[in-house]
């Protein structure tokens, strides 16, 4: 990869990591430089529009990473539980790694930034909107109906970034698992094939 593109993408995941560690507001330019080791005109070059357009970019990367993930569990886990279950154990690996720090690659900086920053909304909106489907094309390979499949594809979305939460708060994995292990159930029952 050329040095010029490194560098942009070397912006970008600096920009990710601090965005998710300590917030998109606490974080500053010069953090992401110094993170990123990329020379300061490459930020305003590769960013023109500061720092909100900088966000998107990190949003949209944080989410692809995420994204890559459970495309590649569900090729050894094709079932809707099974991915669910996967994706259970691999963010909890992400979190004790790094003791309880990171969360949801992308909820810190929307919390602070949506619906305000219409870039960075429509950003978080196409992660989720894919993380969603994934689910839901698991579910519908089941036997799910496609209302049964987008509407438990949201609900496990909805409790995996609010059992992240009470994960990091209780410094333990086992909220992520207890609320995947009930979403599954709730799955097998809307599946006639598991």
């Not at 050329?2 to 606490?26: E, M, V």
């Not at 870039?119 to 519908?140: E, H, M, R, V, Y």
């Not at 609900?155 to 994960?167: D, F, M, R, V």
Request: glycine content about 6%; some cysteine.
């Amino acid at each position: 990869m050329p040095a010029a593109s490194q560098h942009r993408l070397n912006i970008i995941r600096a920009a990710a990591t601090l965005f998710r560690k300590q917030g998109y507001a606490r974080t500053g330019l010069n953090d992401i430089l110094a993170e990123s080791k990329a020379p300061k005109g490459s930020l305003y070059h590769y960013f023109p529009k500061g720092k909100e357009q900088l966000g998107e970019e990190a949003l949209r990367y944080a989410a692809q990473q995420a994204t890559d993930t459970l495309v590649s569990l569900r090729a050894d886990n094709p079932s809707a539980p099974a991915l669910l279950m996967a994706f259970a154990n691999q963010l909890i690996q992400w979190l004790e790694a790094s003791a309880y720090q990171d969360g949801c690659p992308m909820a810190t900086t929307i919390l602070e930034t949506v619906p305000r920053a219409s870039g960075l909304t429509a950003a978080a909106q196409k992660g989720f909107a894919a993380w969603s489907d994934i689910f839901a094309q698991a579910l519908l390979a089941d036997g799910a109906t496609p209302t049964d499949a987008q509407r438990l594809a949201r609900l496990t979305i909805a409790t995996l970034e609010g059992s992240l939460i009470q994960a990091r708060v209780e410094q333990s994995g086992q909220p992520i698992i207890d609320s995947a292990e009930e979403v599954a159930g709730l799955m097998r029952a809307r599946t006639p094939r598991d």
